[in-house]
């Protein structure tokens, strides 16, 4: 089955900085991939996506990339701001395959100190 | 509200009492899932159910019993449950079949004592 890695498991950031996280999956079958945020006691909620027909998706500070062959995606986060420390989950599925259930990596808790 | 809503939002329950989670989703989706959500763990997928049908089961203890009456619901039974069980339970549901997210329910705090 789909195992995803995700890392770093934690990330402190000075405000105005840039903040990389990276995942890795196992099922090339997967072909979509979506990072949730879930700021503290809340549910996770989705922040942005990527397919496989695409390298690279941006919205605004926010931007995914995808590299199929080495099988990893990556969240990219500019101008970090203090709204911004949560924890962020990359998940991978194949939506056509049992029901696109998700496969969640580790968590990464941002941090983004003032 | 997204449209998936959990019911209790905590609860307290002793190793010897039977409850349930309730899941409801208002968006007609087709797919629905059980995560286990621990400190420091990530999110654990439990049970998945397509179109009422339970496809996935992830090596759930027998002490969790899913049950799925409908598309639109999903429960969770609790039984005998342990301290490690303590965690957050979130329900999940999405469209088999489209590239569309999965929405999250606001959870279950769960406290075994």
């Known amino acids: 089955g789909e195992n995803v890695e995700q890392h770093p498991s934690t990330l402190s950031v000075q405000e105005g900085d840039s903040a990389v996280i990276k995942c890795t999956y196992s099922?090339?079958?997967?072909?979509?991939f979506p990072w949730y945020k879930q700021e503290l006691g809340k549910r996770p909620q989705l922040i942005i996506d990527i397919r496989s027909n695409v390298g690279e998706k941006k919205d605004q500070r926010i931007a995914v990339t995808l590299n199929k062959t080495a099988k990893h995606f990556s969240l990219h986060i500019t101008e970090t701001q203090p709204e911004d420390s949560a924890v962020y989950f990359c998940?991978?599925?194949?939506?056509?395959?049992?029901?696109?259930?998700?496969?969640f990596g580790q968590g990464t808790e941002l941090s983004v100190k003032p | 509200e997204t449209g998936v809503t959990q019911t209790p939002r905590h609860l307290v329950m002793g190793m010897t009492n039977k409850k349930s989670l309730k899941c409801e989703q208002h968006l007609g989706h087709n797919a629905m899932y059980w995560y286990k959500q621990s400190a420091k763990k990530p999110l654990e997928l439990m049970f998945v159910y397509n179109f009422k049908e339970q496809t996935e089961n992830n090596s759930v203890p027998s002490r969790f019993s899913p049950e799925c009456p409908n598309s639109s619901h999903l429960f969770l039974h609790l039984h005998t449950l342990q301290p490690e069980d303590s965690a957050l339970y979130l329900c999940?549901?999405?469209?088999?079949?489209?590239?569309?997210?999965?929405?999250f329910g606001q959870g279950t705090r769960l406290t075994v004592v």
């Open positions: 998940a991978a599925s194949n939506p056509y395959n049992q029901g696109g259930k998700l496969i």
């Open positions: 099922d090339s079958a997967s072909n979509y």
């Open positions: 999940a549901s999405s469209q088999e079949g489209m590239d569309t997210e999965a929405f």
